[in-house]
């Protein structure tokens, strides 16, 4: 067996109710709380949760709504200028991966008030005050990562602050997911299901890793008949609570699997490739991996890594491949035309290249043939 580190400071508390039960956590970590989230058209089950804990035992907080979709350098840096007097002890950080990652680096310049929202990308040393990730949504996993990815204004592009931040508590709690509509459910839940995936591929894997991926697949393919009979189903679909509570807790599972993953091995080409397709044709993050997984994964060709794709097809809950790629093409629900240009793709494919740490951890020699093929076959041979 091959040395490996394994790397997960959270605190990990899943279950229903699991915020009332675990409230004396809260209580430990100090008497003002600093809560990063989004405004919700409904109630806002989460934070009223939060919010009854934080009444009961006196600690005094602060809400903050504005924080945008993938959040740029100078929204942490006005949110942290804020509060940073009134003197937050702690930070809750509840929905997607938004407000997780908000808070992450919103804490990081409260823990260290001499510092600029630009020294986040270049000091790996910098701490954060106590972060609580709360997700709802199944996606991101960034509850239990240390990652922590802002919009770079100045250089038009997206970056991982330096530090590892990992909420010193994740609280994750099904029932918070009910209510997600069909089209956030898929999209947030192929991008889990991609962490498992490249994790489970990426040469950064371990025994541990592998294992707990191997799990991930078995909760995805736990709800692989609910998603299917949802999606066939347009009664069901439009309904306020399309899945079960099972499927809820499988996808949550599959996500915090996939961020635990993700945490120890980092993504792989897919994700890497996406970026271009968010960034020119503005597909969500989960569908754009999505786009790319299946056509990836056919690129294999040495003996181990075939049957390593093979595994993972199957735990899924597939006969093969092909099942795997029809499955996800049915959940990507793409309503408009994305197809870009052989132009287009020449670009993306050109300047995915050049970042030639992103092959780092991809199991076999691969080049600009491969990845345009993958583009190729993914967007252009195929109609969506
Ligand atoms: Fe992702």
């Not at 008949?225 to 499988?250: C, F, H, L, W």
Request: aromatic share 10%; charged share 25%.
């Amino acid at each position: 067996m091959e040395n490996f580190k394994y790397f997960m400071p959270t605190e990990v508390y899943f279950g229903k109710d699991i915020i009332q039960e675990k409230k004396e956590l809260f209580k430990g970590l100090g008497k003002k709380a600093y809560i990063i989230t989004y405004k919700l058209p409904g109630r806002h089950y989460s934070l009223e949760d939060v919010q009854a804990v934080l009444d009961e035992f006196g600690i005094e907080y602060r809400i903050e709504f504005g924080i945008e979709e993938n959040p740029s350098t100078e929204t942490v840096e006005k949110a942290a200028a804020e509060v940073r007097d009134w003197g937050a002890d702690f930070i809750i950080g509840i929905g997607g991966g938004s407000p997780m990652d908000a808070a992450k680096a919103i804490g990081v310049l409260l823990k260290n008030p001499d510092k600029k929202g630009i020294d986040l990308y270049t000091d790996g040393t910098l701490e954060s005050i106590p972060i609580i990730g709360i997700p709802t949504t199944a996606g991101t996993g960034s509850e239990v990562t240390g990652f922590s990815v802002l919009t770079r204004n100045d250089l038009d592009t997206k970056q991982a602050i330096k530090s590892h931040i990992f909420p010193k508590y994740a609280f994750l709690d099904a029932k918070y997911l009910m209510e997600m509509p069909l089209r956030l459910t898929c999209a947030t839940c192929i991008d889990a299901l991609c962490h498992c995936i490249e994790s489970y591929i990426s040469t950064a894997g371990s025994e541990l890793s592998r294992s707990l991926c191997e799990i991930g697949f078995q909760y995805f393919a736990k709800s692989i008949d609910d998603m299917r009979t949802v999606i066939g189903d347009p009664e069901r679909a439009q309904s306020k609570t399309p899945y079960t509570y099972e499927t809820r807790e499988n996808h949550m599972m599959v996500s915090l699997i996939g961020g635990m993953c993700n945490a120890q091995t980092g993504t792989c080409l897919p994700h890497g490739m996406s970026y271009a397709l968010t960034h020119n044709k503005h597909i969500p993050h989960g569908l754009a991996c999505g786009l790319l997984i299946a056509e990836y994964l056919k690129t294999f060709k040495e003996p181990q890594n075939v049957a390593r794709v093979e595994k993972a097809v199957h735990l899924c809950g597939f006969k093969d491949l092909d099942e795997f790629a029809d499955f996800i093409d049915m959940m990507l629900l793409l309503k408009s035309d994305i197809t870009p240009t052989p132009e287009e793709i020449e670009e993306y494919t050109r300047e995915f290249c050049e970042q030639k740490h992103r092959f780092a951890r991809h199991p076999e020699p691969a080049g600009y043939e491969e990845v345009k093929r993958i583009y190729t076959n993914s967007l252009l041979n195929k109609k969506h």
